[in-house]
């Protein structure tokens, strides 16, 4: 199974853009990257995923490298409730959805 | 609005007594799952059932069991012959198409003395 490595915590500042790098060297051609949030003390959100081209929503964009060892979760433009600790997960088992959670990066948006 | 629904919040229960967790979802999703996270530790899955009447164990299952008579209930029963059972649980659920993401509840946080 693909292991992610996040740095633990990463400090942003309101109004830029916070870019959450992840390193999963070890990924293997069919699985995907995934990245969730967990605000504190609730269930974690669902932000975006991919392969291996870059994705976009309305939450955030997902630019993944083109050898696929490393992607980085980019929120344009990052407010106070944007705190949080966000996961980068790959897909161990698309078919059960069976995910791994690490301990993922705190990300601190300051004012 | 759909979504997960886990109650209680707060649970407080004495060593030795088993206790259940709710986890019911309106969103016709298939699958269902559940989590437990440590303080400042990730999520391990403890079951998961893709369909009724039917469930796997994660990778942490002992002293855990679940049921899964309906598809919109997914009770978890932390039994006595877990040791360390004070955690924050987490119940997630997903449609059964592959890559599909999950949608998670708000969580109960279990103390047990």
């Known amino acids: 199974d693909a292991k992610t490595t996040q740095p633990p915590s990463m400090d942003c500042a309101e109004g830029r853009a916070a870019n959450l790098p992840c390193n999963h060297s070890?990924?293997?051609?069919?699985?995907?990257v995934y990245w969730y949030r967990q605000i504190h003390s609730q269930g974690p959100q669902y932000i975006i995923h991919g392969l291996k081209n870059n994705e976009t929503n309305e939450m955030a964009s997902l630019i993944i490298t083109e050898d696929r060892k490393s992607s980085t979760l980019i929120l344009p433009h990052a407010t106070l409730r944007d705190t949080a600790v966000y996961y980068c997960?790959?897909?161990?088992?698309?078919?059960?959805?069976?995910?791994?959670f690490g301990q993922g990066t705190t990300l601190q948006v300051k004012p | 609005d759909g979504g997960i629904t886990q109650s209680p919040k707060y649970l407080f229960r004495k060593e030795g007594q088993n206790v259940t967790l709710s986890c019911e979802q309106n969103l016709n999703h298939d699958a269902m799952y559940w989590y437990r996270q440590d303080p400042g530790q990730g999520l391990r899955l403890i079951y998961y059932s893709q369909i009724v009447n039917d469930f796997q164990k994660g990778d942490i299952a002992e002293g855990y069991s679940v049921s899964r008579e309906k598809k919109e209930s997914f009770p978890l029963t932390v039994t006595s012959a877990q040791k360390n059972p004070t955690a924050f649980y987490l119940c997630?659920?997903?449609?059964?198409?592959?890559?599909?993401?999950?949608?998670f509840g708000n969580g109960t946080r279990l103390t047990v003395t």
């Open positions: 997960i790959v897909d161990r088992d698309g078919n059960t959805g069976k995910l791994i």
């Open positions: 070890t990924i293997s051609g069919n699985e995907y």
């Open positions: 997630a659920s997903k449609v059964r198409t592959a890559r599909a993401p999950l949608h």
